[in-house]
């Protein structure tokens, strides 16, 4: 059997559990104007990609590749619009608790980087954790950088 992850459903998401002593600093959920942005951006980049394989290709049509990608990426993005946009992950003074109660003790985070609208937790054991669309991405790493040095 495979140790596929599955992504919680947003129905089954709850504030988290703290523990004595634990204390919220903040919390990152989805932004929908950073959402919309990078889903315009995946289909402008879509649009010249298929428009040029198609020319590549000989197929007077070209155009097609605009309304095809525009017309995926538009589908997929209200598809997961609501599910994406409400995970939300809690920073407390000693873990970091994403959906499904996913944890992640601030001891264990090696570093966090910059993904365009996304922060990626990187733990000592390797294990990569996104905080997806996030509005100030240099800020939601910040924040968990700044825990991870006054942790206690």
């Known amino acids: 059997m ?6 919680p459903r947003l129905a089954d998401q709850t504030g988290p559990k703290l523990e004595p002593g634990e204390r919220l600093i903040e919390s990152f959920s989805g932004n929908l104007t950073t959402y919309v942005k990078e889903h315009i951006l995946l289909a402008a980049l879509g649009s010249v990609l298929m428009s040029g394989i198609l020319i590549y290709m000989g ?12 017309a995926a990426i538009a589908v997929r993005g209200l ?3 609501r599910e994406q946009l409400g995970f939300t992950w809690y920073l ?14 601030l001891a264990n985070i090696d570093k ?13 054991t390797g294990e ?3 905080l997806k669309y996030q509005a100030d991405t240099k800020a939601t790493q910040a924040a968990i950088d700044h825990a991870r040095g006054a942790k206690g």
């Open 92 to 105: 407390t003074n000693r873990r970091l608790i994403g959906p499904g109660n996913r944890t992640i003790l």
């Open 2 to 7: 495979s140790d596929a992850h599955l992504e």
């Open 112 to 124: 966090v980087n910059v993904i365009f609208s996304a922060a990626q937790v990187v733990t000592s």
């Open 128 to 130: 990569k954790h996104m």
């Open 59 to 70: 197929n007077p049509h070209a155009w097609t590749g605009i309304v095809g990608s525009v």
């Open 79 to 81: 598809y997961v619009a």
